[in-house]
Each structure stands twice: as C-alpha cells, then as structure tokens.
C-alpha cells in the first residue's frame, strides 16, 4: 500500500526554521519525482519544492533561496528545510508524488509570534 506520512510541523516564530519530513511506504522514492504543496487558509495549494528522481531540484519563488528539498534514499523519506520563516509560511504542508496524485495527510506550520 503506497502510503505518505508527514511530519515536523508546528508553532515557530519568525526567522526561526523547520524541518519537514515525509516517509513513503509501499514505493521507492528515489524511483518517483516528489513534491512538497502547501495550503494556507482561505488560498489554493501551492507548489513549494520538487525534486526528480535524479535529484534535480525546483523552488517556488516564495521560497525560493530559503526552502531546500531533499531526499534520504536509505530512510525512503523526502525533506523540506525551510530558513527564515514567515508568517505567510503559515500553512499546511503536503508531500505529493505526482505520479499518481498521491497525497499525505499534511502537517501545520504555523509562523507567530
């Protein structure tokens, strides 16, 4: 069963950072491209991050220059390091492989002080 579960979210301050995590199960990632969305409320679901199976990478002018994805073949995880947090960050984060338009459940961050 082909399964996306994220994790790291939460309450940070302004300027601070954050760690996001995706485990898949039931798939290989290294083998699929993967990406990070984000919802905030009252807006679409927005691309943030992708990167393809040969780990080519591509970043959302919002986050351009302060978001990093990344993949952990060993732990079959994709990462999304976010610097410098703001509070229009403020969002629920999703891990995507776009394959098949398989989804995680999401993970809140919040940007407050």
């Known amino acids: 069963q082909v399964q996306l579960v994220e994790s790291g979210g939460g309450l940070v301050q302004p300027g601070e950072s954050l760690t996001l995590s995706c485990v898949a199960s039931g798939f290989t990632v290294s083998n699929y491209a993967m990406r990070w969305h984000r919802q905030a409320p009252g807006k679409e679901r927005e691309l943030v991050a992708h990167?393809?199976?040969?780990?080519?990478?591509m970043r959302a002018d919002s986050v351009r220059g302060r978001a990093t994805i990344t993949r952990d073949d060993a732990k079959n995880a994709v990462y999304l390091q976010v610097t410098n947090l703001k509070p229009e960050d403020t969002a629920v984060y999703y891990c995507?492989?776009?394959?098949?338009?398989?989804w995680g459940q999401g993970t809140q961050v919040t940007v407050s002080s």
């Open positions: 995507n492989r776009p394959a098949d338009n398989t």
């Open positions: 990167i393809s199976p040969s780990g080519a990478i």
